[in-house]
């Protein structure tokens, strides 16, 4: 099959939006979720608020929002109802002028939007040949043109909304305000978030829930092309027809101190502090009666009885727990497993047919590269199984089955409690599949599972431990580059150290396999460079940790300065470790488990050292819903 042609338009933004209306200043309560949206996007923000007179207030700025906030200053305005939006651009400059929200030629609409619209070049072309002035040069701007039309056709806000929608080619959610309704809020959706939050008395709608969980833990989470009029006193979802539909609630099972920093100077040093409960969160229930249950399963046993191939699919530090699942399916379930970059999966055209499962793994669940690959699989007849930490994302959704990896919210762009959970919940699947194909007893199983239930409490040993690991930091903070090598379970993990470090530190990092060294990254070993090495248990598999030791002293005779994490009681180790970051023994399976954890912290504390906000590197977003 031809892969489908990727999208044309690159007008882009990965943002983090709100809604308000209800009896509180409209202006606090969106600027306060912005605050929690703001690891979606951070190169500008706006608001836009109404109030009963029939004034509509802008205000956008470029930068994170504390520019916004100064802007703003005392300007607070008494509204009670508002939008708010925090961009990442990625063409159409993070300028002023392409902050959102959007206002159309009146003034009296205001758009924000997350997403892509691809075809608005030429609806811009056609707005402005019919007189329109548009400011910008974004895709979003053309809504709040294209809604003025049908509002001067004499629609409502919300008809005018549907009918807009069903001009509009691409990915995006939408909400959009009117001066002359100071009391509703309209958003649309397509394959991206948006969700609605119930108050009493008070309606949120939000890209996600940690936007208004603060006032409320009751939402409703909405579907595919659909529209939501909100007001004080509730809310109507239809289709883009016109159609009335019903949003699916559910509550929301993380409060308000789930989402803020809990003492920690920065969300990322409080998520790896909490991996031991996301794994334990992970793994709860997971065992019933002496067998292994997935969250939601829609997928018939015979079915995973006759898979004959799996695919992984994901990207980033998900796409490493994907290599780790190769290793757990392979092992216990005897299944060939191939582990692809989401982005590439559809584009080479792979053998997909009934007998294939994809699993796709997503933190967010709403990864575009990844979204797409699950479509891509299910129209070849594949099953998809989703590894997701977001409940109802559009990724679970659009899957036959789910597992959730319970790490509660992870605000921290850089995943890290997502990371531990995605490799333990890939542990869930290797035994599910094992299970269900019988290639292992259900005793084995069961004690597979009673032993990955004692990570948690290694993890927690691990991070009591960790602190050398930051004053090691400290002294390489100025290495111009870091190596990580691994071999075997190793290999992830040096890829997910390597990955942490540039995209905190900004530092040139790369991961190789330790056995690859010799076939030519060793010419990349000069005097001093700090080279991580991850090494293999001396239980069991000696010939590996054996040959793991020789491409230490490799390294060294050339002057490498070897930073070396290995099990606890490797003394053949300890002559040729410069730093050794010694971690519990586990089964062998099991140690990315504990040996990621150290390499986060290094990651941060070098981060840190260099001055650098961990929280929200540069040029990154926590959800990448465009391709
Ligand atoms: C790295 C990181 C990214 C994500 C990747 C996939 O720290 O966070 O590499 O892992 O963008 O995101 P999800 O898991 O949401 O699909």
């Given at each position: 099959m031809v892969p489908d042609r990727p999208a044309?338009?690159?007008?882009d933004v990965v943002c983090g939006i709100i809604g308000y209306v209800g009896g509180q200043p409209a202006q606090s309560v969106v600027l306060d979720g912005l605050r929690r949206l703001e690891y979606r996007g951070y190169d500008s923000a706006g608001i836009a608020v109404l109030d009963g007179s029939g004034a509509l207030l802008v205000r956008r700025k470029a930068g994170r929002l504390e520019n916004l906030e100064k802007q703003l200053g005392?300007?607070?305005?008494?509204?009670?109802c508002g939008i708010g939006h925090t961009r990442w651009a990625?063409?159409?400059?993070?300028?002023d002028r392409n902050a959102h929200p959007h206002v159309d030629c009146t003034g009296r609409v205001a758009v924000i939007h997350n997403g892509i619209i691809e075809n608005f070049a030429m609806l811009r072309t056609e707005l402005e040949a019919a007189g329109h002035e548009l400011?910008?040069?974004?895709?979003?701007?053309v809504v709040a043109h294209l809604i003025e039309d049908r509002i001067g056709a004499g629609d409502d806000l919300a008809t005018a909304m549907r009918t807009v929608c069903r001009r509009l080619d691409g990915a995006f959610t939408l909400l959009a305000v009117r001066a002359d309704t100071p009391d509703v809020v309209v958003g649309a959706r397509r394959n991206s978030p948006l969700v609605v939050g119930i108050g009493d008395g008070e309606t949120f709608l939000a890209s996600d829930v940690a936007a208004f969980i603060a006032h409320t833990r009751d939402a409703v989470e909405l579907g595919q092309d659909q529209v939501v009029e909100v007001r004080r006193d509730g809310y109507t979802v239809t289709d883009f027809a016109g159609l009335p539909v019903d949003g699916k609630s559910f509550r929301i099972s993380w409060d308000l101190a789930a989402a803020e920093k809990g003492g920690h100077p920065y969300f990322m040093l409080k998520e790896i502090e909490e991996q031991p409960a996301a794994v334990e969160d992970t793994l709860?229930?997971?065992?019933?009666n002496g067998r292994i249950v997935l969250?939601?399963?829609?997928?018939?046993e015979q079915v995973l009885r006759d898979i004959d191939k799996v695919f992984v699919v994901a990207c980033g530090t998900a796409y490493h727990s994907g290599m780790i699942a190769k290793y757990a399916i392979e092992h216990w379930a005897r299944i060939p497993v191939e582990v692809e970059m989401a982005s590439e999966f559809r584009y080479r055209d792979p053998v997909l047919d009934r007998a294939t499962l994809v699993v796709a793994i997503s933190?967010?669940?709403?990864t575009m590269d990844t979204l797409q690959a699950i479509r891509h699989a299910r129209e070849q007849k594949a099953t998809v199984l989703a590894v997701c930490n977001?409940?109802?994302a559009q990724i679970p959704r659009e899957s036959d089955a789910v597992l959730y990896t319970?790490?509660?919210?992870?605000?921290?762009?850089?995943a890290t409690k997502t990371f531990l959970s995605q490799v333990a919940a890939s542990y869930l699947l290797g035994l599910g599949l094992a299970q269900a194909r019988g290639t292992k007893y259900e005793d084995e199983v069961v004690r597979e599972f009673d032993a990955l239930a004692t990570m948690p409490a290694l993890i927690a040993e691990v991070l009591a431990t960790v602190e050398p690991v930051r004053e090691l930091a400290r002294e390489i903070a100025r290495s111009k580059a870091v190596l990580f090598l691994g071999r075997h379970l190793g290999y992830p993990v040096a890829l997910e150290g390597a990955l942490k470090l540039k995209e905190l530190a900004y530092m040139h990092a790369e991961g190789f396999p330790?056995?690859?060294?010799?076939?030519?990254?060793?010419?990349?070993?000069?005097?001093g460079l700090p080279v991580v090495v991850v090494m293999p248990s001396p239980k069991g598999r000696r010939t590996l940790h054996g040959k793991v030791l020789s491409n230490i002293q490799e390294i060294r005779a050339r002057g490498a300065r070897t930073i070396v994490v290995a099990e606890e009681g490797?003394?053949?180790?300890r002559p040729y470790a410069n730093h050794l970051i010694e971690v519990p023994a586990t089964p062998t399976l099991f140690q990315p488990l504990v040996a990621t954890v150290p390499l986060q912290v290094l990651a941060a504390e070098i981060a840190l050292a260099r001055g650098y906000d961990v929280d929200k590197p540069r040029n990154l977003a926590k959800s990448v819903t465009v391709e």
């Open positions: 044309a338009a690159r007008l005392t300007d607070l305005h008494e509204g009670s990625t063409h159409g400059g993070p300028t400011a910008s040069e974004t895709d979003t701007e709860r229930g997971h065992l019933a969250d939601e399963e829609r997928i018939d933190q967010s669940g709403e977001t409940n109802g319970r790490s509660g919210p992870e605000i921290g762009v850089a330790a056995g690859e060294l010799k076939h030519g990254p060793i010419a990349l070993v000069e005097e490797d003394t053949d180790v």
